[in-house]
Each structure stands twice: as C-alpha cells, then as structure tokens.
C-alpha cells in the first residue's frame, strides 16, 4: 500500500490541517493518508465497425472479462489513521469513489458513486476482543468474487454497521447490521420509504484439514418500510470451504448457497424489493487458482463452474419464466515467458435454460499479448493487446435486448458470431 506525502494532495493536507487543530490527545501521529484502488481502461472495436462491444448472456449475472470490457472503470481510495489509544486501540477513516465512463470522448464528465465511507476501530478490548474491530459507515463488506468473470457470488456491501472478528475459540465470528433501500411503485415510495434491514452472522476460519476452513454465512432480512408499503422479506445461507497453499500458493474455493424472499436473487448487496415470499435460488460456486512453479514453472492462471438453480415468479417481457438453471465454466491460464511478458488466453461458456422458453448459449474466447509486472496471475499493472471472437445460439439472439451484441439489432445483425478487438490497461495497488 502507498503512503503518500500529505503535502502532495488536497485531500492529504485537509486530513493534516483538521488532525492538527484538534488537541494532542486525539491526534494521529504521524498524520498519512493511504491512497490505494482499481483503475481499467482501454480502446477496442468490432470487426463490423463502430466502437468495441461486450458479450453476455441474457439469464447470466456476470460475463467473462478479459478482452470483454468496454468501459472505464475506476476505484480511488483515501484513508487515515486518525487516533490511537495508549491501549492500543487504533481508529481509521476510510473512503472510496468509484466511477464509469463509456470512453468515448476526451471530456466525459459523470458523477462518481461513494462506495466507501467508514470508521473502524481495531483491537477493541482483550481475550476474544483482542483482534476484533467495530466499524459503522457505508464499506465493501467481506468480499469473495471469481476474478475471471467479475463474480461477486457472496457481497454483502452498503450502509451499516457491526462488530468482526471474535475469538470464539474455534474461528472467529462477525455481525453485520444492514440497510437497504429501494424506491417502488405499488404504492408510489421513495428508497428511504421501502426498506430492508439485514442481519449478517459470520463464523469464519473453522478448521477442517492442513491449510483448509470453513465459513458459515446466515444473512436474514425484515421488512422495515413505513406504513403501507409492502415489500418482503428474505434469508440466505451459505457454507463455503477455502484451501490455501496449493498449486505453487493458489487456492481452492468451493460455495454453497441458498437465498430465498429478498435474497432469492443471491445477491446480498442489491436484495429483491419484489420478489415474493416463496422465491427461492440455490447454487454452488467453484473456483481454484494456481501460480507459476504449482503446474508448470511459467504458468499461472484461475478455472470456474457454477450452477444455480431459480425457482422465481414471474416471467420476462418475451415470455420466458424467470425460473431456470444457469451453467457456467471458464478458465484463463497465463504464460509467463519472462516477469514482464506472457500470454493469456481465456475461454468461458455460459448457458441459461428457463422453465418456460427457449435455451440460451454463450460461448467466448479470447486471446491476449500482456506486458505487466510480474511472474503471477494478480501481478498489475499490466497491458495488454486482446482479440475476442464469440457464438451464440438463437435462444441467445431472441432474448437479448435491442442494440444488445447478441440482438439482431445489434452490431452483427442476425449473425450468431462476432468479434472484438483492443487494448486495455487494468492496475490495483
């Protein structure tokens, strides 16, 4: 993580300037800001002509990403240290921006969305509260994702509040109190109108063998809207192993989970206001990671499979239930052939078959020339130069929304294939 000189940004010298009107008790010292975060961008086009477009399957949450990202995309983080108690007791404030752009022109001007804007104090007490932390705010909330496909399978992200990380012995445990909003229409109602509070209990790092454990997830939601406005309620569980230090220091992890009412959709960040009572989803996530010398000494790389299985009310605009099975496997090796040079190569399929309406197929592959900084599939910055060629089936087609890539009012008009090509730079630090 990157310390910045306070004198070197706005930010850094409001922080220095507020830390030093307060009274010596409360002081950070020294006064530094962390600036860290996650930045994407790029130039591409199809082979018909017109700017770069991307591929996802109508029914799939997520797309395989490599070669098949079309925006601008960032995260610009500040935090600090802001006080420190003799006992040793820490307190940090932290913030994130996050923005989009469609990156099409020099000056394109949008408002940025304040993912983070949090307090979390740390090393709360002694015993069980010795490395335990409270925290209140709007933060990302002990995220896992597949990174080949974008897939934030368990997300419980937003405004809240909780307490982490208790020594229970076995593990440690965490609670999370959430809110969520959202407007609706039957009765008219604004978002702070239509509400959701949420209770997220965590028992995390139980073992169950060398270098594995197991986490236990229940996340149960009440509706809490003002009088009049119905919406309902939910739960969603999940049971998720993770085993570490393996294929050259990757990892291994295997989800299970089960959502119903508001958390049918299995999203726990953005919950479903209309869902109803007897939705239920259940899926399992695969995912597994290996790094240069685990395999072979050059390659790295990350593989996936998911299956879900929807039982949701309802049905689409063409007619399609919402209910259906949606399959899902992909895999990106990288070759390393020095610490700044490899290739990458990434295939993934995706298929979603309703219980009313016709299947739907979306396979995609992409290869790319990468310039980075280092032998590792996490290594950034890196850039790369990228050719994607994709197919799909007429399910596909006829689901698709207008202008969508896969439309036949789309860029390939009533083809089943198409393909993109570009250059992208993506950086964290």
């Not at 399957?57 to 601008?72: D, F, S």
């Not at 108690?85 to 923005?99: D, H």
């Not at 335990?132 to 419980?156: C, E, M, P, Q, T």
């Not at 290996?290 to 049905?315: H, K």
Request: some cysteine; glycine content about 12%.
């Amino acid at each position: 993580m990157r310390t910045l000189n306070p004198s070197r940004t706005p930010l850094a010298t409001a922080v220095a300037a507020l830390a030093a009107a307060l009274p010596p008790a409360v002081q950070a010292d020294p006064v530094s800001v962390d600036f860290h975060g996650y930045f994407r961008s790029g130039i591409g086009a199809s082979t018909q002509g017109g700017d770069q477009v991307c591929f996802q399957l109508p029914g799939a949450p997520r797309k395989y990403r490599l070669g098949n990202e079309c925006e601008t995309y960032g995260e610009l983080s500040f935090g600090s240290q802001v006080y420190k108690a003799p006992g040793g007791t820490t307190f940090r404030f932290s913030t994130m921006a996050a923005f989009v752009l469609p990156n099409n022109l020099d000056w394109e001007q949008f408002t940025p969305s304040w993912r983070e804007v949090f307090v979390e104090a740390d090393k709360i007490g002694a015993g069980a509260f010795a490395n335990a932390s409270l925290w209140a705010g709007k933060r990302y909330y002990d995220r896992h994702d597949v990174h080949i496909n974008d897939f934030y399978f368990w997300s419980n992200s937003g405004p809240g509040a909780g307490i982490e990380n208790i020594d229970v012995g076995v593990g440690r445990l965490s609670y999370a109190l959430r809110r969520n909003g959202e407007a609706g229409t039957t009765p008219p109602a604004t978002a702070a109108e239509r509400q959701l509070i949420g209770h997220d209990l965590r028992w995390k790092d139980i073992p169950t063998n060398p270098n594995g454990s197991l986490t236990i997830g229940l996340d149960w939601r009440k509706a809490n809207s003002r009088d009049g406005v119905e919406n309902t309620g939910g739960s969603g569980l999940t049971l998720m192993h993770t085993q570490k230090e393996i294929f050259g220091g990757g990892y291994n992890k295997l989800a299970l989970q089960y959502g119903k009412g508001a958390i049918a959709n299995l999203d726990h960040s953005f919950p479903s206001f209309g869902a109803a009572k007897g939705d239920k989803t259940w899926r399992i996530v695969e995912s597994v990671v290996w790094q240069p010398g685990g395999l072979i000494d050059n390659l790295s790389g990350m593989a996936t499979v998911v299956y879900e299985q929807r039982d949701i009310a309802g049905t689409h605009a063409n007619g399609d239930s919402l209910s259906g099975k949606w399959v899902s496997f992909g895999v990106r090796p990288v070759y390393h052939f020095s610490d700044q040079v490899s290739a990458a190569v990434e295939a993934g399929y995706d298929q979603f078959k309703p219980d009313t309406g016709a299947r739907r197929r979306l396979a995609k592959l992409t290869l790319a020339a990468q310039y980075g900084a280092g032998r590792n599939l996490w290594s950034r910055p890196v850039i790369r130069a990228f050719a994607t060629y994709a197919r799909w089936n007429s399910g596909a087609q006829a689901a698709a929304a207008p202008g969508d890539a896969l439309s036949t009012t789309g860029v390939f008009g009533t083809n089943a294939t198409g393909t993109t090509y570009g250059v992208q730079a993506e950086v964290w630090w």
